[in-house]
């Protein structure tokens, strides 16, 4: 094993290895970073910008910075906890989450960051685009109105199920998921089991026949705020 | 107990909402024998005052703006109440009735009023009289069209969430809710 280092977060000191990002040594330390876009397993991303942080008194995306000897690095500010709530808030402004009767409610991550870093209500004015659903596919439903374009579904069908089913159109407020097929969903490879499925942060990417399964009070984050089971210690 | 003259005052209000959040407010249960202790009510469907009879401590919205006449009503308890709480999810961003911005509001019309599948209008007219409020071209959240103090989201908010707002208010306390009453659903 090659040799560890030591830096801090948030004035406490934490050991870090060589080729791990600040996220992965905050995480294996039990310090929950917030992220969005970022999923264990995934080459990471950089997208989202919700785990930025400051290293050495300079914002960086704690997903791909390198965790390296001696930093200081800020997690827990006022400024980036406000900076992580307005991205938050633009997230639930530019597209259309209406958590009532969303499927993903109680499962979601944009929600759980919202209940985590205390949202009430969006600073920005709310923007209502209009976005199409993609029903085709006989068990997975693809509603474009709760995308955040985090790219996991992107990411997981290349790497992990080997397939390339989703990509990105469009640039600025018109970029969009795109599938791979002619039009629709149901004309790519995706299969209920691939993992791209299960990847979606949101509700944008559902199984079909499995909405509220689970009672409201149980579901994944109803009791506890998302990043828990890091700051348990339960390390990747 | 204080005498009435000097309890606050307490307004409530459904504008584009579904009065779910009332009901989750009489989900109180036996605690609004306490809260009548502590308030009055003033403008209110529960106890059916339809205009304010006096300034008001606190002002419960349920609902966005859909139309002219909710944005009238919301102005009114911006003057009268000195602070106001969006309460549920349609006040806070708009909820259901905001599922209409994703249409124009001549097609959403339409399909209500001529095309609908169940729609039986030989008129072929659409709701056109002076006594309608004129709708929005789009539901906006309370906060949107006037400042609000706090919000409460949820759809309904629990009962128990909007006691232990409204208990900190009246007894000067902070507002601050436990992880498990904060919701969106």
Redesign the interface.
């Known amino acids: 094993m090659s040799e560890t280092f030591t830096f801090t977060i948030d004035g406490v000191e934490v050991e870090g290895e060589p080729g791990q990002t600040i996220l992965e040594a905050a995480q294996a330390a039990g310090i929950y970073i917030p992220r969005l876009c970022h999923k264990d397993g995934l080459e990471p991303w950089g997208g989202c910008r919700v785990c930025t942080v400051t290293v050495n008194g300079r914002s960086a995306s704690a997903c791909t910075q390198p965790a390296a000897a001696g930093i200081t690095v800020e997690n827990e500010t006022d400024e980036l906890v406000d900076m992580r709530r307005g991205i938050i808030e633009m997230l639930f402004v530019e597209g259309n989450h209406f958590c009532m009767f969303c499927e993903k409610s109680g499962n979601c991550e944009l929600q759980a960051l919202a209940y985590r870093l205390g949202i009430a209500a969006p600073r920005y004015e709310y923007l209502w685009p209009t976005r199409d659903v993609d029903a085709s596919h006989p068990d997975v439903l693809l509603d474009r109105n709760r995308c955040i374009l985090c790219a996991r579904c992107v990411r997981t069908s290349r790497d992990l199920d080997g397939k390339q089913v989703f990509g990105f159109v469009g640039r600025g407020p018109g970029k969009k998921i795109a599938v791979n097929a002619s039009a629709r969903l149901s004309e790519t490879g995706l299969d209920v089991t691939d993992e791209a499925v299960d990847a979606c942060p949101v509700g944008a990417i559902l199984r079909k026949r499995e909405g509220y399964r689970i009672p409201v009070g149980l579901r994944r984050y109803d009791g506890t705020p998302i990043g828990s089971d890091i700051e348990k210690g339960a390390s990747s | 107990m204080s005498t009435s003259a000097a309890k606050p005052r307490v307004a409530t209000v459904s504008l584009a909402g579904c009065f779910g959040c009332h009901m989750s407010v009489l989900d109180i249960d036996e605690r609004i024998f306490d809260l009548v202790d502590i308030i009055d009510f003033d403008r209110s469907p529960i106890v059916d005052f339809k205009d304010f009879t006096g300034r008001c401590a606190v002002g419960l919205v349920e609902g966005g703006c859909g139309n002219e006449e909710n944005v009238e009503v919301l102005r009114s308890f911006r003057r009268n109440c000195d602070i106001l709480i969006?309460l549920g999810?349609c006040a806070?961003?708009?909820?259901?009735p905001?599922?209409r911005?994703?249409v124009p509001t001549e097609e959403c019309l339409r399909e209500a009023y001529l095309d609908g599948p169940s729609v039986h209008n030989p008129s072929g007219r659409l709701p056109n009289d002076i006594e309608l409020p004129l709708l929005l071209d789009?539901v906006?959240?309370a906060?949107?069209v006037v400042r609000?103090d706090?919000?409460?989201?949820g759809?309904p908010p629990s009962a128990d969430t909007i006691w232990a707002a409204l208990t900190a208010l009246l007894t000067d306390k902070p507002v601050q809710l436990p992880?498990?009453l904060?919701?969106?659903?």
């Open positions: 969006s999810d806070t961003m708009g909820g259901i905001a599922l911005n994703l789009k906006r959240p906060h949107e609000m706090y919000f409460l989201p759809c992880y498990e904060i919701k969106y659903d």
